[in-house]
């Protein structure tokens, strides 16, 4: 009893004082093994788990040379799966983006050749381009500068490298986040997000 009220709960200490010296001692020893056991599984795990695998098999260069970087989560692959597979095989291109620049007074379409042979139709400037954007109502064409002319490449393309044109944005219709389609001869890309 504690001042007048009468506990019904022993405390733990009282328990363990009551018990024989020799059940203490089994008691903390069964403790101390259960802790160790636990500690050399989490320990084993971790060594499992950090030890490299001798059967992993090492992928040679054509799968490296195939296998692509996963897509960064602050910037959308914007074309996964079948839209990538068909710019690269029919038109030899890829790595597409749409993006605002000089202040949104002009909108540069880029892209990487993949296929020098198939990408040829893109960068020939016989082919006349333009930048479709329905939600602006408006269609966008390739200005022409007097001393440089029009703001595009030309050149016969190469593998690897990455390719240009700008389309004037008068007015800044054309605004992030629109959905934009771009016309190159047959050349044709749909939904292009403008970053």
Same mark, same amino acid.
């Given at each position: 009893? #504690?001042?007048?009220?009468?506990?019904?709960?022993?405390?733990?200490?009282?328990?363990?004082?009551?018990?024989?010296?020799?059940?203490?001692?089994?008691?903390?020893?069964?403790?101390?093994?259960?802790?160790?056991?636990?500690?050399?599984?989490?320990?084993?795990?971790?060594?499992?788990?950090?030890?490299?695998?001798?059967?992993?098999? =090492?992928?040679?260069?054509?799968?490296?040379? #195939?296998?692509?970087?996963?897509?960064?989560?602050?910037?959308?692959?914007?074309?996964?799966?079948?839209?990538?597979?068909?710019?690269?095989?029919?038109?030899?291109?890829?790595? !597409?983006?749409?993006?605002? =620049? /000089?202040?949104?007074?002009?909108?540069?379409?880029?892209?990487? =050749?993949?296929?020098?042979?198939?990408?040829?139709?893109? %960068?020939?400037?016989?082919?006349?381009?333009?930048?479709?954007?329905?939600?602006?109502?408006?269609?966008?064409?390739?200005?022409?500068?007097? %001393? !440089?002319?029009?703001?595009?490449?030309?050149?016969?393309? /190469?593998?690897?490298?990455?390719?240009?044109?700008?389309?004037? %944005?008068?007015?800044?219709?054309?605004?992030?986040?629109?959905? =934009?389609?771009?016309?190159?001869?047959?050349?044709?890309?749909? %939904?292009?997000?403008?970053?």
């Amino acid at each position: 009893m #504690k001042g007048g009220q009468c506990s019904s709960k022993p405390s733990h200490s009282a328990t363990m004082q009551s018990m024989p010296k020799s059940t203490r001692a089994d008691l903390r020893r069964s403790a101390l093994q259960a802790l160790c056991v636990a500690c050399a599984g989490l320990a084993s795990g971790a060594w499992a788990t950090a030890a490299p695998q001798a059967t992993a098999k =090492v992928p040679g260069p054509a799968a490296a040379a #195939k296998s692509r970087p996963s897509p960064s989560r602050y910037a959308p692959d914007q074309f996964g799966g079948r839209a990538a597979t068909y710019y690269q095989l029919i038109w030899g291109i890829d790595s !597409i983006s749409v993006k605002l =620049v /000089e202040s949104g007074e002009l909108v540069r379409f880029s892209y990487r =050749v993949v296929d020098p042979v198939r990408a040829s139709a893109l %960068n020939d400037k016989q082919n006349a381009a333009t930048l479709d954007d329905p939600q602006a109502g408006v269609s966008l064409a390739i200005p022409t500068m007097e %001393n !440089i002319g029009p703001l595009r490449q030309g050149v016969p393309p /190469e593998a690897g490298r990455s390719y240009w044109m700008t389309f004037s %944005n008068k007015g800044r219709r054309v605004a992030r986040g629109h959905r =934009v389609d771009v016309i190159i001869g047959q050349f044709r890309a749909s %939904n292009l997000v403008v970053d």
